[in-house]
């Protein structure tokens, strides 16, 4: 029987299982109602696979590498080889082949490196599903389902196997990822058509489609590469949004190609037209190619994020996407719910009163009962009320019938039970505004009442006050039925009011220190609550957040989108706010220029994950919401969440440094010998000597993804800025030259060096310059304040004695190396001494520049934004 199982859903004619009748469907996949056999389902498991989608798996070392050789720079280096090797010139081809493959194997080191240290963190935050085995529940991984087993779900969570249901209840299920339908879609056992398309399958649920309410039985039917999920998952893949950084990176790359490809072209054909040799002038523009291309920047970057991913780790921040590191250095706004993150996030019940205000056994009986036999989305207001002290009437005296499950749009739970004496009662909890509207009595010391407007008032007086207080409060009604089997939502009239529970959950330890920590690093924080306007200011006050600056849900659904643009920049606390508002606030904060962190572990925080910069949620969270983010926090804590953001911003300044470096020394040295080949009578250097010093001044490179970060580089957020990028070049860029420029003339003009002697100098004082400015653009302060990390520093050295020594090693010939006598080489030193000074008083200018620039335009803002225009 196993063997048919790889056939589901291959045919929609004779495999089509959304059309089979369930007893049949089980016998086909060789299953029960009590759900598969552990020992079963390891072997299907064995034959069938992971349960994860036909996307890309992680590359192999081996495909790694080769990948390395697909880079246009290392195929343009290839073919000047090639070049050499067909014109006779061998060791010029040997030569420049070694370089090559030197540079492959230190790329393929990092990328490979990195992207095995991303696996291992990803690991860490697999997902669960509840199955059936052996007739027992039991939590797995999503990835070790297999056709057959049993799957008990409930709101939020994310379906983790194509499947048919075997039994519902209120099951409604959000299918936008597979059918672009906006709105959650009703699914109940029975049969659809064999053509029916996904959309039209109202039996059948579908891999990677969330659960929005109610609970259900399914029966797995397609996991892995035969799911639906799995044929588009490559397009879902590339629909996520490019990062600003990405954008930044791609722009600068596009600067530097067209830079270039104007400097190679001209200069190859300037010496042609100098008569030099074709073949020479070929491989020196080529050359320079590879020269002006920062070629080590992609294995930099993966590096440098690779490290950062780890750092965040070992601080309880897991990555889910490494882009992701950098808008979490970038971002300016938090927004976040107050529940575990403001708050200590250990809810207890500290009252149970009646409707007027008295200790009452009965609301907490109705209470446990309620909170102990709903079978839906499980709350820490549930597990609150279980824990409560407190004697009341035994739960064994009541017997479940019936459940109405919690959605969003009701607010409210209700559960039927049935007494010893064989009478149902409907227990109603939830939101007090919620419950009120299925009342029509309350319940008072008297016995039943009519609920007027009187006790209507004396509610909402109640109310408010305990909110004000600190206190969440919900209500609780009841209903007493003639004993029957089903209940629906139709029920849910004529309640009696009962009474209130208040829940109390105090501000989180340490919290207002936090909150003053981003505010120190430039990050502002709104809180985005579905609780009321009373209990969201308490505790903005009790937190040190500003609490008179308050938009309601009411207030927000009658703005216009304008409008909101202009209400959200002067509002701190939005309340009362429903589940698809919160995609809507963010949506405009990003429009107002914000870097918008989300931070969500709800099954309605998932719209809001996705529309954020950066989507952040906690380990305990549903699966939807965990799905939705960029980052896991190990712990629901915003300190947690300070020192990712802190880690963030060291990952952006490392991959800021190689640019900079990039963009400064190694800029102006290429673009001085492209100047010096049209008016010198020989080449400033050969192609070997320009590649030679490339790869050995890319070497210290890679110690940048571990160097240390000034602290004032982490107070506030940094943001990619191609203009910033093309200023840095061009002013660090011409004072190079100039340097570069002073050396030729001290060889020729002082030292009258030969052709090769020329060459051997600049190859030295080159290479000296660029590993310099390392130790100069790494940091904003004086050079000699900022400590580079030991790995920088040593290679840094190391570098530049080999740089030094380079001309008197044996093998120097073969790179046409001379040996440089010493009034030469202490003239090139003194060049060099100059020239770190010359930079060090630039840097200074710029950023005090760059400084000004800044504050002119962020006051030019605030003059935009004008007065406040909205602020409920």
């Known amino acids: 029987m196993l063997d048919e199982v790889d056939r589901q859903s291959v045919s929609p004619d004779d495999d089509a299982y959304w059309s089979m009748e369930t007893d049949d469907l089980l016998r086909r996949l060789d299953t029960s109602a009590s759900g598969l056999a552990a020992s079963e389902a390891a072997s299907r498991l064995a034959k069938f696979g992971r349960n994860t989608p036909a996307s890309k798996s992680s590359a192999s070392a081996l495909v790694v590498f080769a990948r390395q050789f697909r880079s246009p720079l290392v195929l343009i280096l290839i073919f000047a080889a090639?070049?050499?090797?067909?014109?006779?010139?061998?060791?010029?081809?040997?030569?420049?082949?070694?370089?090559?493959?030197?540079?492959?194997?230190?790329?393929?080191?990092?990328?490979?490196g990195a992207s095995r240290a991303t696996e291992a963190l990803k690991q860490r935050i697999s997902r669960k599903a509840v199955v059936l085995r052996d007739g027992v529940e039991c939590a797995v991984a999503a990835e070790d389902i297999v056709p057959g087993d049993l799957i008990r779900l409930s709101a939020g969570n994310l379906i983790p196997a194509d499947g048919i249901i075997l039994d519902a209840r209120d099951f409604n299920v959000s299918e936008a990822v597979l059918t672009g339908e906006t709105f959650p879609v009703v699914k109940a056992p029975g049969r659809s058509m064999p053509e029916a398309s996904v959309a039209q399958r109202s039996n059948a649920v579908f891999t990677g489609t969330s659960v929005r309410s109610?609970?259900?039985?399914?029966?797995?039917?397609?996991?892995?590469?035969?799911?639906?999920?799995?044929?588009?998952?490559?397009?879902?893949?590339?629909?996520?949004?490019?990062t600003g950084f990405a954008r930044g990176i791609r722009l600068f790359g596009y600067l530097m190609t067209e830079i270039m490809l104007a400097i190679v072209i001209l200069v190859f054909f300037a010496n042609l037209m100098l008569h030099r040799p074709l073949i020479e002038s070929l491989l020196f523009s080529l050359a320079l190619a590879v020269g002006l291309t920062p070629e080590l920047l992609p294995a930099i970057i993966s590096v440098t994020l690779a490290r950062g991913a780890r750092a965040m780790a070992a601080n309880g921040v897991i990555v889910r996407r490494l882009d992701a590191i950098e808008n979490l250095g970038s971002m300016d706004l938090l927004c976040?719910?107050?529940?575990?993150?403001?708050?200590?996030?250990?809810?207890?019940?500290?009252g149970w009163l009646d409707v007027d205000g008295n200790p009452s056994t009965d609301i907490l009986l109705w209470a446990r009962l309620n909170a102990a036999m709903q079978t839906g989305l499980k709350n820490p207001l549930d597990e609150a009320i279980a824990a409560a002290p407190g004697k009341g009437a035994s739960l064994a005296a009541f017997t479940k019938v019936d459940e109405i499950p919690y959605d969003f749009i009701r607010k409210r739970l209700s559960v039927v039970v049935r007494h010893q004496d064989a009478e149902d009662i409907l227990v109603t909890k939830g939101a007090v505004r919620n419950v009120l509207e299925t009342c029509g009595f309350v319940r008072t010391a008297k016995g039943l009442e009519p609920l007027d407007q009187t006790h209507r008032t004396a509610i909402d007086e109640k109310f408010r006050r305990w909110s004000a207080d600190g206190y969440r409060v919900l209500g609780v009604a009841i209903r007493r039925f003639e004993s029957r089997k089903t209940f629906s939502r139709k029920d849910e009239v004529d309640l009696a009011f009962a009474g209130f529970l208040l829940f109390l959950d105090p501000p989180k330890e340490g919290v207002k220190e936090t909150l003053a920590e981003l505010a120190h690093r430039g990050i502002a924080v709104k809180v985005i609550?579905?609780?009321?306007?009373?209990?969201?200011?308490?505790?903005?006050?009790?937190?040190?957040?500003?609490?008179?600056?308050?938009?309601?849900?009411?207030?927000?659904?009658?703005?216009?989108?304008?409008?909101?643009?202009?209400?959200?920049?002067?509002?701190?606390?939005?309340?009362?706010?429903?589940?698809?508002?919160?995609?809507?606030?963010?949506q405009a904060l990003r429009s107002r220029g914000h870097v918008v962190g989300y931070l969500g572990d709800g099954i309605n925080d998932a719209p809001a994950l996705h529309e954020a910069d950066i989507g952040i949620s906690v380990d305990t969270a549903v699966d939807v919401a965990r799905e939705a983010a960029d980052l896991i926090l190990l712990k629901q804590d915003l300190g947690v969440l300070v020192r990712g953001v802190d880690d963030g911003r060291k990952t952006f300044a490392n991959t800021m440094k190689y640019i900079s470096i990039t963009t400064s020394a190694n800029f102006g040295n290429m673009v001085s010998m492209a100047v010096a080949s049209l008016f010198l009578p020989f080449l400033p250097l050969l192609a070997k000597q320009i590649l030679l010093n490339n790869f050995l001044s890319d070497v210290p490179s890679l110690a940048i993804a571990s160097d240390n970060v000034d602290a004032d580089q982490l107070r506030r957020p940094r943001h990619w800025d191609i203009r910033f990028v093309r200023r840095f070049m061009i002013t660090f860029g011409l004072v190079s030259s100039l340097f570069d420029f002073a050396t030729f003339a001290f060889l020729l003009f002082f030292a009258h060096a030969t052709e090769a002697a020329f060459q051997t100098a600049w190859f030295v004082e080159s290479l000296l310059t660029e590993l310099a400015i390392v130790l100069i653009v790494r940091t904003h302060r004086a050079f000699w304040a900022s400590r580079p990390s030991p790995l920088l520093a040593w290679l840094t050295l190391g570098v530049g004695a080999v740089a030094i020594i380079i001309p008197y090693l044996p093998f120097a010939a073969w790179f046409g190396f001379v040996p440089l006598p010493l009034p030469v080489l202490a003239g090139l030193f003194a060049i060099t001494a100059l020239y770190l000074l010359a930079s060090e008083a630039t840097k200074r200018w710029f950023f005090e520049q760059e400084s000004r620039h800044s504050r002119r335009k962020h006051a030019g803002q605030l003059i935009d934004r004008g007065p406040k225009s909205h602020s409920a």
């Open 214 to 242: 109610g609970t259900a039985t399914v029966l797995a039917a397609a996991t892995g590469a035969r799911t639906e999920f799995s044929s588009i998952a490559a397009a879902l893949e590339r629909q996520i949004p490019e």
């Open 529 to 586: 609550s579905g609780d009321n306007r009373y209990v969201a200011a308490h505790l903005a006050q009790a937190v040190g957040l500003r609490a008179d600056r308050i938009m309601t849900g009411e207030d927000l659904s009658k703005l216009t989108k304008s409008a909101l643009f202009a209400g959200v920049q002067h509002t701190d606390l939005f309340v009362e706010i429903d589940p698809n508002q919160k995609e809507r606030i963010v």
């Open 336 to 350: 976040t719910d107050k529940t575990g993150t403001l708050t200590e996030g250990v809810i207890h019940l500290d």
């Open 82 to 112: 090639s070049v050499s090797a067909f014109v006779g010139e061998g060791q010029e081809a040997a030569i420049i082949g070694a370089i090559v493959l030197a540079s492959c194997v230190l790329s393929f080191t990092q990328e490979y």
